[in-house]
């Protein structure tokens, strides 16, 4: 394809995508593709000639899109939203387009640099202050990793540059709450600590860590001859978007010098608001945080945003430096390739950087508003209707209900949560996750999809209610 | 931005990408940019009111372009090429339209499923048996990383479920050579092995490893009490492109049934040649490889393929299983997430999916052959030429030299070949990496840019001779 035939099948794909999330409200949220639908509708073997853009174009129209469930359509309430607001979407297109490779500061200068302003700007923007140095990586379950594995090696004073792991004498302790992501058990499991020695913090009816269990379990582990490392504390779990105490984790944590980890995957983006602060108060006090503007913010997939106080630590546990990526400007710059795992990196800051300059902080700070205050409405809604109930607190965006009709409980309530959160994924008009809550299933509904307005909350009230009361009609009943 | 707002831009930007692609040679290969120029043009705080995307696009000819080293350049001769195939970028561009994301097959069925065709596609291209089956990834780094989990897990029949890496008895060992890329030694420390358990192999003079020095090593480290457990080795090195010896090294490999990963990042693109096999002969013995499309081939980056032989033991290793990313068709698909490291995953099957249907198998093979003969042409000339040195074999695309004026020996040598190639670099007519090959500066002329035609090749040598010779008078004599 040269640049003149990319040039009119561009602009051809351009008119597609506009076209599409111009339509986005249209398509059913959730696909109804079954399983190997879509495999079998692609041939088995690759193209041996070249074909015509248009009939790749036309496939996307008749395969992929009905293959889609559709995170950006309004009518989006699952897991949390990943919006990717379309000036961030045109920032990756230049970044894909430019085709420029991040393997150290002098391959691409602009690449590195431009990654230092934008993280810098979200570092103010999140009122975070300038101890931090920040880095672009793809998820938050890598940066998890990469902080556990900072956290052995401070732990171990850098066994890996000796014995290794595997040298250790004592076991070394990781907590997290049940609370976190799963992807903290994921991350502690691969940096080698053992299941056995990943310990599980007890939480407080709002489900956030208590910070007097977890300085309780520390004392039992050193009686009992451990080595506590780490702490994985969350702001915005996933399930109900719980607030860890920071500040009491945080004392706790240097008390006992341990490595402290935030995950503010989801609440991070919402600390653009000055009022929101107070969920992760003390954030000062941690060792790493990372939060996802691909999230709520509206960076498209993926911008993980992974903030240090000690890089000179992770540069330390990460870095290489063979003959072929030196070069003679590496004392006065950054090589970001020693700030996480991959060598080679994608100019990623770019989307965050139209983004932001796109939309202005202030109009990111406004959609996120009304998305909590959303939030609240739909709350009030479930909590002022007869056998409907919030189950937990709503900081944020995020709303976990149950339908509790009189007589229904246990397995056939968890029965009736299931079939009317399934009605309500198979009509179309909406995409919900359930999740499972003290042992029980329930529903979240998670507004924030870029173009979720609040009509699009009040249709979804409407349409809960009456597929609940069919589900009970029809079901469990 | 809404979508009319967008396709408006979006055209604007599609005519920038394509007039860039399309003036891609006029642009000096290296940056200019001295370190801290970009940051200095760029506002220190982000914008609170929102600026026009006209803005947005001045600086990226302003501001971004002077600041990149320009991988799509036919005269970019540096690291390993980077092709971002314009085909591929569509793709990319379909991918962040549409804004989807993997987290599961539920999440968006068409995502998973043209993964599963689009790796099976290259799986049959580069002549792999259907015994492999294959994920996408970011980067070779990160594929190294998960194989090296894989391997001390199956060498401690899983010690994450228990008390784990630190709970091990024995040293577990890793065996790599010094020609390894810096990701091999990067992930094995990363993974807890620990540096005095990563043992190199000796290589041979064409710089690939030896097999029967690592049949001897192992043997001296059983002896010794360790664990032997995994080797790494290499088609197409990062310095030379040196072949390991496949077959033979599976062989050790199976008889101490110790985890084979072969990193086969840059050279795996020639596998599409049947002529070109040999170079991997015996890859069906190996557990795990890594190919990278990113490269040579021609995908946007990132696009790494992970291929390995018992799917069932990295899903083991890396799954996680949350009751919010549960749905009931779990039993039937697969879970793209269970295969590595993120939660979430772009659409980024769609950039290889473009490219191939566009290119079909027979063009990207007729590209690929045409740099294998400019390689060819290249070393000839060198090699006809005095005081000229081509330093290793040249199976691929890469050509390792050296000029070697007479009376010019030890660091009087290495700066007279730092001098040149830094000539070249700033000249903007190149950009050629130097590397250090058995302790000496060498340069390494990587051929393969989409965009580069023998015309640029004979320039090159033109240039290179000019530069060795201004650099003979001026410099070091």
Same mark, same amino acid.
Request: hydrophobic fraction near 40%; glycine fraction near 6%; aromatic fraction near 8%.
């Given at each position: 394809m040269t640049p003149e035939e990319f040039r009119k099948a561009g602009h051809q794909l351009i008119d597609w995508i506009a076209d599409y999330r111009a339509r986005i409200a249209e398509f059913p949220v959730m696909s109804r593709s079954v399983p190997g639908e879509i495999?079998?509708?692609?041939?088995?073997?690759?193209?041996?000639?070249?074909?015509?853009?248009?009939?790749?174009?036309?496939?996307?129209?008749?395969?992929?899109?009905?293959? !889609?469930?559709?995170?950006? +359509?309004?009518?989006?309430?699952?897991?949390?939203?990943?919006?990717? *607001? =379309? #000036?961030?979407?045109?920032?990756?297109f230049a970044s894909t387009g430019l085709g420029v490779l991040g393997l150290s500061w002098q391959s691409s200068p602009a690449l590195t640099e431009v990654e230092?302003?934008?993280?810098?700007?979200?570092?103010?923007?999140?009122?975070?202050?300038?101890?931090?140095?920040?880095?672009?990586?793809?998820?938050?379950?890598?940066?998890?990793?990469l902080s556990l594995?900072?956290?052995?090696?401070?732990?171990?004073?850098?066994?890996?540059s000796r014995g290794g792991f595997q040298s250790e004498p004592?076991? !070394?302790?990781?907590?997290? +709450?049940?609370?976190?992501?799963?992807?903290?058990?994921?991350?502690? *499991? =691969? #940096?080698?600590f053992g299941r056995n020695n990943v310990h599980l913090i007890e939480h407080d009816p709002d489900y956030a860590m208590r910070a007097d269990a977890l300085a309780g379990a520390i004392r039992r582990d050193i009686n009992a001859g451990f080595?506590?490392?780490?702490?994985?504390?969350?702001?915005?779990?996933?399930?109900?978007t719980a607030l860890d105490p920071i500040e009491a984790i945080a004392k706790v944590a240097a008390e006992h010098k341990i490595w402290m980890h935030v995950d503010a995957a989801m609440a991070g983006s919402a600390m653009i608001l000055p009022e929101c602060r107070w969920m992760w108060q003390g954030i000062e006090g941690a060792d790493s945080l990372v939060l996802n503007p691909h999230k709520w913010l509206g960076v498209a997939?993926?911008?993980?945003?992974?903030?240090?106080?000690?890089?000179?630590?992770?540069?330390?546990?990460?870095?290489?430096?063979?003959?072929?990526?030196?070069?003679?400007?590496?004392?006065?710059?950054?090589?970001?390739?020693?700030?996480?795992?991959?060598?080679?990196?994608?100019?990623?800051?770019l989307k965050l950087w139209f983004m932001i300059r796109e939309q202005g902080v202030k109009a990111l700070q406004d959609r996120l508003r009304r998305d909590l205050s959303n939030a609240q409405w739909f709350a009030d809604q479930v909590r002022a209707t007869p056998d409907w109930r919030v189950l937990a607190p709503v900081p944020l965006q995020t709303v976990c209900i149950r339908h509790e009709p009189a007589g229904l409980e246990g397995e056939a309530l968890d029965q009736h949560t299931l079939a009317w959160a399934d009605r309500m994924n198979k009509s179309g008009e909406a995409y919900l996750t359930p999740a499972i809550l003290d042992g029980r299933w329930m529903v979240r509904v998670s507004i924030g999809s870029a173009t979720t307005e609040h009509e699009?909350?009040?249709?979804?009230?409407?349409?809960?209610?009456?597929?609940?009361?069919?589900?009970?009609?029809?079901?469990?009943?």
């Open positions: 495999k079998s509708l692609l041939p088995a073997a690759p193209p041996l000639d070249p074909e015509l853009f248009d009939a790749i174009l036309r496939d996307l129209d008749s395969i992929i899109v009905p293959g !889609l469930s559709h995170w950006q +359509s309004p009518k989006f309430f699952g897991y949390f939203p990943s919006n990717g *607001l =379309l #000036a961030s979407v045109l920032g990756d230092e302003v934008v993280t810098d700007w979200m570092r103010q923007m999140t009122g975070l202050s300038d101890a931090w140095s920040g880095v672009i990586h793809d998820t938050a379950s890598t940066c998890t990793l594995l900072c956290a052995r090696e401070r732990s171990t004073d850098y066994s890996l004592q076991p !070394l302790i990781v907590y997290v +709450s049940a609370h976190s992501h799963s992807s903290v058990d994921k991350a502690a *499991l =691969l #940096a080698g080595v506590p490392c780490a702490v994985v504390a969350t702001t915005g779990t996933t399930a109900t997939f993926d911008s993980s945003l992974y903030y240090v106080r000690d890089p000179e630590h992770l540069i330390r546990v990460m870095s290489t430096n063979p003959s072929y990526l030196r070069s003679a400007a590496d004392a006065q710059v950054k090589n970001l390739r020693d700030w996480g795992l991959p060598l080679g990196r994608r100019f990623r800051a699009h909350v009040a249709a979804l009230w409407r349409q809960i209610t009456s597929a609940a009361a069919q589900s009970t009609g029809t079901g469990a009943c």
